[in-house]
């Protein structure tokens, strides 16, 4: 009976912690040559090859207690920079910036948000001519 009652237990636990990884989502975002009033400034999928930094903003909504999510900055598929935000709030707005050196001009550049358990909840493509 106590085994039966363990299992449950467990059972019990790992759907919710996959529920609460579920319910984060990003609902908005957004890659910018800024950020004013902690909103995205000069978004866009093109930037100038004069844009010495590019921001990627987002906003996370459905986070159950503190979370951890990555930006995970991409040039040609291979992984530039990865950096881990904490998310502590229901609804949350975050970002990280990438500064451009020259042999990221015209190479295929994203960004995504991945959760605790490696899920991609978004991804933004770009790129700079």
């Not at 059972?11 to 040559?33: D, P, R, Y």
């Not at 990627?56 to 930006?71: L, N």
Request: with cysteine; glycine share 6%.
């Amino acid at each position: 009976m106590k085994k039966l009652a363990l299992l449950l237990a467990f059972a019990v636990i790992c759907s919710f912690a996959g529920l609460v990884s579920a319910q984060m989502t990003v609902t908005q975002s957004a890659v910018a040559t800024g950020i004013v009033d902690r909103q995205p400034d000069g978004a866009a999928t093109e930037f100038s090859r004069d844009v010495t930094k590019i921001y990627y903003w987002t906003k996370i909504d459905g986070a159950v207690g503190t979370q951890t999510v990555k930006h995970v900055w991409r040039s040609n598929g291979n992984v530039i920079s990865e950096i881990s935000l904490t998310i502590d709030k229901p609804s949350f707005r975050t970002w990280t910036n990438k500064t451009i050196y020259p042999e990221l001009i015209g190479t295929d550049m994203s960004v995504e948000v991945v959760d605790e358990n490696g899920n991609v909840l978004k991804k933004d493509s770009f790129k700079i001519q």
